[in-house]
Every structure is written in structure tokens, then in C-alpha cells.
């Protein structure tokens, strides 16, 4: 058995003829309007502008390389942990 879908105006209730994207404060809702409110939505409406333009990265700084150790901490470090373990 065929349905039919009829999408009506979410402001009167008469058929919309198309559903609307609106965002506001980070959250997107939708809304099916007729021509009678779309032309209303769109007669106080501006075109969205291109934001700023992109600026350059700053650049990463380098990381620097840890010296080694030298062998008398080594030699000192062994010997801590020869004195631990007995």
C-alpha cells in the first residue's frame, strides 16, 4: 500500500515547500517553512562574509638534545646500585 508524506509549515501548518538550516549559539536546528515564511526568513537576511584571513604559524621551535652523561656518573650510578643490592 503507497504512503504519502506531507511536510507542513512548522510556524501555520500549511505545506512547506523546504526545510530551513538555522544556527544558533553552536547548535543547528531545522525548520520546514512555506513560501509565505521562507520569503519572510529570507527578505531579513543577510549573506554570510568570509571570515579573517589565514594567518601564518608560528614557527616551531626546536628541540633541543640532552648531552649524555658522562662516564663518572655511570661509574657512580653502578656503584649506588651495587651498595643497594648488598
Known amino acids: 500500500?503507497?504512503?504519502?508524506?506531507?511536510?507542513?509549515?512548522?510556524?501555520?501548518?500549511?505545506?512547506?515547500?523546504?526545510?530551513?538550516?538555522?544556527?544558533?549559539?553552536?547548535?543547528?536546528?531545522?525548520?520546514?517553512?512555506?513560501?509565505?515564511?521562507?520569503?519572510?526568513m529570507v527578505q531579513g537576511a543577510r549573506a554570510p562574509r568570509r571570515g579573517r584571513p589565514r594567518t601564518k604559524a608560528a614557527p616551531v621551535a626546536t628541540r633541543k638534545t640532552s648531552r649524555r652523561k658522562s662516564s663518572a656518573k655511570r661509574k657512580t650510578s653502578a656503584a649506588a646500585r651495587k651498595r643497594a643490592a648488598s
Open 1 to 40: 500500500m503507497a504512503q504519502a508524506l506531507l511536510v507542513v509549515c512548522d510556524v501555520c501548518g500549511s505545506p512547506a515547500v523546504q526545510t530551513v538550516t538555522l544556527k544558533v549559539a553552536a547548535r543547528s536546528y531545522q525548520k520546514d517553512v512555506c513560501q509565505t515564511h521562507l520569503d519572510e
